[in-house]
């Protein structure tokens, strides 16, 4: 089954403790990206990738790292959470856009941070 | 840059009622376009996507959205509610002349929908 995985589900953890949230996908997708959802915010972009070892930074990059060195993976990494960075965060995959057409992109079932 | 607006934070309708949530989007010129679906819980599921094909588009779970230039509109539309569309709804859009640099979506900030029975 096509799908993008995300680990864990839930987290609650204290501020200052290094975490990592993971992503995987099996659709052999170029492009993943990582996304924060708050309340009357919507989505917006943490970071992207577009292929193996390329990565930049989306449109809230700060206190959010990432890497890309396998294909299906692209880890979001917190190295000092802080309370502000508490939110459902999404990681999306997709092939990359010049493939005939803009690709719809394909979502993980969340990772809700709360981070005390 | 490019932005979504989604008026109605909240709509409640009908369990057989006409479904309308709304979406605005800002470009320069005919931008990718989709709608999304979020149940408690879930992630994102593609609702259906506007690629300049057709202007109506139809969509899974019987929605349709209608690509109108002259408004820069394309809203989400259902003839009759089902107690299952209760869900959270989100329009987003990609830049064409740069999506194919960065597949980047800009969403909307999202319509909570509810359907009373």
């Known amino acids: 089954e096509a799908q993008v995985t995300q680990n864990p589900r839930y987290l609650i953890t204290v501020t200052g403790k290094k975490l990592t949230v993971t992503c995987s996908q099996n659709m052999n997708h170029e492009y993943m990206s990582w996304y924060r959802q708050d309340p009357g915010l919507g989505l917006r972009q943490i970071y992207y990738?577009?292929?193996?070892?390329?990565?930049d930074k989306g449109d809230v990059p700060e206190g959010y790292k990432v890497s890309r060195k396998e294909k299906r993976n692209f880890p979001l990494i917190l190295e000092s959470p802080s309370p502000n960075q508490t939110s459902l965060y999404f990681c999306?995959?997709?092939?990359?856009?010049?493939?005939?057409?803009?690709?719809?992109?394909?979502f993980g079932d969340g990772t809700r941070l709360s981070i005390l | 840059a490019q932005s979504v607006t989604q008026l109605g934070s909240h709509v409640s309708v009908s369990e057989g009622a006409l479904v309308l949530l709304r979406c605005n989007y800002s470009s320069s010129v005919p931008p990718y376009l989709f709608w999304y679906v979020q149940y408690p819980n879930q992630g994102l599921q593609l609702l259906l996507k506007?690629?300049?094909?057709?202007?109506l588009v139809k969509g899974i779970n019987g929605f349709e959205a209608e690509f109108k230039k002259s408004e820069t509109s394309f809203h989400l539309t259902k003839p009759s509610a089902h107690m299952s569309d209760a869900a959270e709804y989100f329009c987003a859009v990609s830049d064409p002349r740069r999506g194919g640099a960065t597949n980047k979506l800009i969403f909307g900030t999202g319509t909570l929908l509810a359907v009373q029975p």
């Open positions: 506007y690629t300049s094909a057709a202007t």
């Open positions: 999306a995959s997709s092939f990359l856009a010049g493939r005939g057409g803009n690709q719809p992109q394909h």
């Open positions: 990738s577009m292929n193996v070892e390329v990565t």
